[in-house]
């Protein structure tokens, strides 16, 4: 986008707004005149920000994103010890709490393996996973389904099962309200696979 | 969205960011964990949106947002002063200056009369248009094609005429690469009714 005309503070906030994954430049102007026109809403992301950035650190424990040390899930006395539930991000933990149905703890990868992108398992908190594994009878491994993420988990399992932990994935399958026609072959494949008897 | 699962800072970037415009509560937590990952990103966002509210006014002739009074187009001396273009917002002028076809000076009203919202022509920049009209030989209004702006137009029509003042409006028709086909009456109407000889 052409900012040229814009004052210097104005270019400066369309060019933060445009970093944002999914804010294009057009739309990141629009949002920065917003911001202008509601000063108020401005000042109130910009301290949402700072205060976020400045209180939210990763769990000690599980690495998950929290304000207190260690985290409410990891402090939840009424959990299960024996369920570990290894996720990409912290956000994958506020995905799986929403379902409300999974009652053990959580165990943030940081990532998943990858390369070409130099992601090693050393770069991944693998080491704390394996040192969390007393008293765990399953972990469920609950990668995003994409190359990665399934080569991250064949690895993950390798490791886990040797010391005596039983290891799931998540179900693929069709997606609940979604259509046969657009789902793509390996999915069907996976249903098909995974097909439970009624 | 559920955000009982969020840290209470996290939840507070959350909602500020769900209070811009066409960002939705999920799209806003994708932006929030996105940020604290990215902490750099989230101070410079901060930093900007501060700056900008703290350095950016209106034009004190225009009403144009700027860093400097009066704006780098009110002391422009190459423009021509006998054209002024009225806009309902700063951003408009932006999207005039991109085209390079304007030569003259702008003027934001800030909005259009709207009687319904309360809106009439005392809560818009009026008084200091009917100022700025010695030397003007065209006003161009610039307004957005919607009833307000249609009903906007004809009254500072019919203010700027008895004053000597010829008065424009930008063109009704086609947009550029559209089709016949998805556009609506009134816009072919307007489009056969401003025909052009080739």
């Known amino acids: 986008m052409n900012v040229f005309a814009y004052p210097e503070p104005l270019a400066e906030l369309v060019m933060a ?5 999914g804010i294009g430049p057009k739309t990141a102007g629009r949002l920065a005149f917003y911001l202008l026109r509601h000063e108020e809403a401005a000042l109130k992301l910009a301290s949402a920000a ?13 690495g998950n ?18 369920l570990l539930c290894v996720v990409e991000q912290p956000r994958d933990i506020a995905s799986l709490e929403k379902t409300g149905e ?5 165990h943030v990868l940081g990532g998943v393996l990858s390369p ?14 394996l040192r969390r594994l007393s008293g765990v009878r399953e972990v469920v491994l609950a990668l995003n389904p994409t190359v990665e993420g399934e080569a991250t988990a064949s690895y993950l399992s390798s490791l886990l099962k040797p010391r005596g932990t039983a290891v799931s994935r998540l179900a693929h399958g069709l997606p609940v309200g979604g259509d046969l026609e657009y ?16």
Do not use: K
């Open 102 to 106: 999974f009652s053990g703890y959580y």
């Open 17 to 21: 707004l445009a970093r944002l994954p």
């Open 183 to 198: 789902a793509d072959e390996v999915t069907i494949a996976r249903a098909l696979e995974g097909r439970r008897r009624l």
């Open 65 to 82: 994103y929290t304000d207190v040390q260690p985290c409410r899930v990891c402090s939840a006395p009424n959990r299960d010890a024996a």
């Open 116 to 129: 070409l992108d130099g992601i090693g398992p050393d770069r991944l908190n693998i080491a704390s996973l």
């Open 50 to 62: 700072e205060r976020a950035v400045r209180e939210i650190t990763e769990c000690e424990i599980c």
